[in-house]
């Protein structure tokens, strides 16, 4: 059979996977690593070493039957998901505190208009979108657990600045900066957390980490309300109090961070020598445990090609369109959700405390959702019901003018999207094989996606208050064109599993080497892409 262009006769020196046997045998030490691991100059013979035992010949699952994969699953879940989830609280409770010190007086002490209080909510968006790509990559020369604390000490240090800024210019600049240093944390732990969980576990621990980002939204509703009571202290306003207090706050946490973080399965001193090698042997074979005959690794090595194929990846740009029907919504409500209740007929106070039952409610909805669509092995239904919901609630705020209603309708939007934001991200890590290509699909997935939240910072105009009926409208038409495009992606999915399915029951399998299948890595006609 013809193989495609660009797949060479020279691999790495590797033996085949291998196809049964036991976990001892590995005699044939195989020299790769894992991309950006080899940067550990201290952990590189221990990572080989672990590599080594999981790729040997004759290791197969029936190698580890003994382990108990659920009590490994959740040694890493309680060591990593906690902190992770505390890095993401607090660069979300930042980037979208501006939101609550807004309806605090920020506008009108800095002699802001609407339009000027806009554009320093979508500056941020220009530099966070166009670092993501770079950090990720950077990521994979460096340690997580030295890159990610340091761009939180960065961001940290930025907020808290923001703090004392005396002008529009001022917090422009700010705002800009806040991009550039938080542009590494999601994307980089969205890859990082592919490096330890197989992709059918993926959803609900983005879950997890991702609820966090619901909960800052309750967590920066209570904090505004109770720091806006220092209004005065040391001469400076209580808005200023909240950007000074949140910013040491998360340079504190980034400390801290630094020693709880953990790099790689190899080196994680938590796991037994045989738990970690287990965890690579699953990681590198996932595709192959449970949908294949054929058992082809994963291929960790960075390669420029990678890079270049997952910008050329057509799922890549148009999951984009999916992601922005869920972004749109999720900034415009993130930013705009104080001041969208304020202008309800609230007080300040009242608005601030009001957004916290919908964060707590859809923190609460994501986990449970994505427990349902790890569990059912299901992506896009469960994100096209969401995208529905979304639908409902925006259309229930642009019907009617009623506090009541158009309070239930931002409820039952937020509700929907935030169990949505990691199905999304999940499907595409799940659908892309290979560490650099999925690594850097998933840094151009969340980059051109946040754009959307540059052009949600201005749906909502301070003349088109109270109703925001334009901002509410433009949210739902995102929202629709998101639809589009997942059935876009269901459709040619089913259309390529079917093609290669049967490709594979001709044995057209059989005029490759695993090694250049795993070369292939989602083109492989044994990869099947999760619908």
Known sequence: MEKPDGIKSEFRNSASPPRGGSFNNHENERRHS?????????????????????????????????????????????????????????????????GNAKIEGLVDDLGMT?????WTLTVFFFTYAAFEVPSNLLLKRLRP??????????????????????????????????????????????????????????QYRQALFFSAASVAGAFSG??????????????????????????????????????????????????????????????????????????????????????????LDWQVWTNIWVYWGIVAPLYGISLFLPTIINNLGYTSSTAQLLTVPIYITASVLAIAVAYLSDRYGKRSPIILACLVIMAVGFIMCISTDTPGVVYAGVFIAACALYPAFPGNITWLSNNVAGSTKRATAQAIQIAGGNLAGAMASNFYRSKDSPRYILGHSLELAFICAGIVALLILVFNYKRINKKRESQVAEGAHNGYTPEEMSVLGDRAITFRYMI
């Open 114 to 118: 609407g339009p000027q209080y806009n």
């Open 222 to 311: 209570l904090l505004a309300f109770g720091i806006a009571h220092m209004d005065g202290v040391g001469g400076l306003e209580g808005w200023r109090w909240i950007f000074i207090l949140e910013g040491i706050l998360t340079v504190l946490v980034a400390i801290l961070a630094y020693f709880c973080l953990y790099d790689f399965p190899e080196t994680a001193t938590f796991l037994t020598e045989e738990e970690r090698a287990f965890v690579v042997y699953r990681l590198k074979y996932q595709a192959s445990q449970k949908d294949h005959s054929v058992k082809v690794a994963q291929d960790d090595t960075f390669e420029w090609k990678y890079v270049k194929a997952a910008f």
């Open 145 to 202: 657990s030295i890159w990610l604390p340091s761009i939180m000490v960065a961001w940290g240090i930025v907020m808290t600045l923001m703090g004392i800024v005396q002008n529009y210019t001022g917090l422009l600049i700010a705002r800009t900066f806040l991009g550039v240093t938080e542009a590494g944390l999601f994307p980089g732990v969205a890859y990082y957390l592919t490096m330890w969980y197989c992709r059918h576990e993926m």
């Open 34 to 98: 894992f991309i950006g691991r080899g940067a550990i100059a201290g952990k590189s013979e221990e990572i080989k070493r672990i590599d080594a035992l999981a790729t040997a010949p004759g290791v197969s699952m029936a190698s580890f039957a003994h382990l108990d994969e659920k009590k490994i699953l959740r040694k890493m879940d309680s060591r990593l998901i906690p902190m992770l989830a505390l890095l993401y609280l607090l660069s979300f409770l930042d980037r979208g505190n501006i």
